[in-house]
């Protein structure tokens, strides 16, 4: 099967909003996502890092620098204010060239970002963390 573009989604929660921490998580979430499908850094096109509103202490989106990949196109973003949203959570979307299908492909999702899609109505998740 040649290459495809696809999405792999992750999401994580925080302890409290502190750069350390936010670095830490990111970092955490996006190695995760990396390993559990098999991602060469090579392959990956570009990322969006979103945080919800009450994230305020560092950039999310800082941690793939801190990460070595400096060549990798990142965006970071707020999430809307809306009531009953996840509070103190990180969301990554990257875009990587992959030869598995979509439904090969593990969304990671840690801590209290485990229910994002069942609170969503969405079904249970795609990936959960191990014990996280």
Not at 63 to 86: C, F, H, K, N, Y
Not at 99 to 123: D, F, K, N, P, T
């Amino acid at each position: 099967m040649a290459a495809k573009l696809r999405a792999v989604r992750g999401a994580t929660t925080l302890d409290e909003d502190s750069a350390d921490q936010v670095d830490s998580r990111v970092r955490e979430l996006m190695a995760e996502m990396i390993e559990r499908n098999g991602i060469d850094p090579e392959d990956l096109v570009s990322m969006l890092v979103t945080a919800s509103p009450d994230v305020h202490s560092a950039f999310p989106a800082s941690a793939a620098r801190r990460m070595g990949l400096d060549d990798v196109p990142v965006i970071g973003a707020q999430e809307l204010d809306v009531s009953g949203a996840t509070p103190l959570c990180i969301r990554v979307m990257m875009h990587v060239q992959s030869e598995r299908s979509r439904g090969e492909i593990a969304h990671v999702y840690l801590r209290g970002a485990q229910g994002l899609r069942e609170r969503a109505g969405l079904g249970a998740p795609d990936a959960v963390g191990r014990g996280r």
